[in-house]
């Protein structure tokens, strides 16, 4: 068994080594689930049946390593996670992103081309190069991106929703073969926030898997410079506000907010950061924002983008014969249902007999017939067409 692997389910499903031992019906104690964890011993048949029953796993899933090692960029370091809530975040989205790649190698897709941490910038400020440039090579122009969140998945930059404390900001990561080649990123945040903290928080994680930065770098401030330069470009906003403005008003924000759907804060700090207003004027405007109860909730709300590139991309695989029923339901939830119509069962019909094929089509036929009331004519002219039937 591998005992990481054991390690890396329990935490996901927010489990301590009590809670597991309870699970399995008390047949283990934590002491020896530990021991297991570390591989220092191998439960025995029995012990591993009862794991997979707690876990709600095929006992398969704990007898082989994972072929894809996850491993984070890094997690904001201002966020304040318990190390409870860190090791079940990131156990979770491992799982979650070592999904995904079973699905892009069942579907047959390359490795996402995304440069990852390669971009240079040795300031804050070139950071907003390095945005501008994956504009350039993502042939996104200018204008305002109406779903990020496709943006990405359409470049294979998996977008993971995880329940997390409002603490949690959110987690890039990234997947390596075994030849330690990276082959899927993700960026990870917190499900159910609006729309536009979603989508800066999303860019935010971006630029975490791009970014090269010098050693005297704030990680941070680049990553959030080029999350605003890659929502608000600084050219189209130039030339919508103008180059220089000693006010802004709040109607005019909020316009921008729903063109550029980003947050009232996040584009008072982005007309700042590009020299539009100034920092004296950015300040009052935090101070407003605040006294009017805004700093979480503003108005103007942004829709939250949904996610579709898993739900899509497993039925895909499952339609194709290159993924199981039970799989798939693993990676959906046990309420997701599939079409009759996949390889699996078309190679079911391959293999009967001709005079079964046929005694099938027939009794295909019959059902269909009985769900509508159809003119005796038809009916009769059907029939007589129906008994040529090639079963083959």
Do not use: C
Request: no cysteine; charged share 30%; glycine share 6%.
């Amino acid at each position: 068994m591998d005992g990481d692997r054991l390690r890396v389910l329990r935490l996901s499903r927010d489990m301590s080594l009590d809670d597991l031992a309870d699970a399995a019906g008390a047949i283990v104690s934590k002491q020896m689930l530990s021991r297991y964890e570390r591989g220092l011993s191998e439960p025995t048949p029995r012990v591993l049946t009862a794991l997979a029953g707690a876990l709600q796993i095929p006992v398969s899933r704990l007898l082989e390593a994972p072929k894809v090692i996850v491993r984070p960029v890094a997690y904001r370091k201002r966020a304040s996670l318990s190390k409870g809530d860190q090791s079940r975040i990131t156990s979770l989205l491992e799982i979650n992103l070592q999904q995904r790649v079973r699905i892009q190698e069942a579907n047959g897709f390359k490795p996402p081309s995304i440069p990852i941490l390669s971009m240079k910038a040795d300031s804050v400020e070139a950071a907003e190069a390095v945005a501008d440039r994956i504009r350039k090579d993502w042939d996104l122009g200018e204008a305002p991106l109406m779903s990020l969140v496709d943006e990405l998945e359409g470049r294979l930059v998996h977008v993971l929703e995880v329940d997390a404390p409002d603490t949690f900001d959110g987690l890039s990561l990234v997947a390596y073969d075994e030849k330690g080649a990276p082959i899927a990123v993700a960026a990870a945040i917190r499900r159910g926030v609006p729309g536009d903290r979603q989508r800066l928080s999303l860019a935010h994680e971006l630029g975490h898997i791009v970014l090269d930065l010098g050693s005297t770098v704030d990680e941070e401030k680049a990553a959030y410079r080029f999350a605003g330069a890659l929502l608000a470009p600084a050219v189209a906003l130039r030339r919508e506000v103008g180059e220089r403005r000693s006010a802004i008003d709040l109607n005019e924000l909020g316009m921008l907010k729903q063109r550029y759907r980003m947050s009232l804060q996040a584009l008072v700090y982005r007309l700042k950061d590009i020299g539009i207003i100034t920092e004296n004027h950015a300040k009052e405007w935090f101070m407003r924002i605040r006294a009017r109860g805004w700093a979480k909730v503003e108005p103007w709300e942004i829709v939250h983008e949904e996610t579709t590139w898993l739900k899509r991309n497993v039925h895909r695989a499952v339609a194709e014969g290159v993924l199981r029923r039970d799989e798939a339901k693993e990676m959906l939830g046990e309420g997701a249902s599939f079409s009759s119509n996949n390889s699996s069962e078309r190679l079911d019909l391959m293999q009967m007999t001709r005079d079964e094929r046929r005694r099938l089509l027939e009794q295909s036929v019959e059902e269909s017939l009985s769900d509508y009331q159809l003119d005796s004519e038809w009916v009769d002219s059907f029939n007589e067409e129906g008994s040529t039937i090639d079963a083959d």
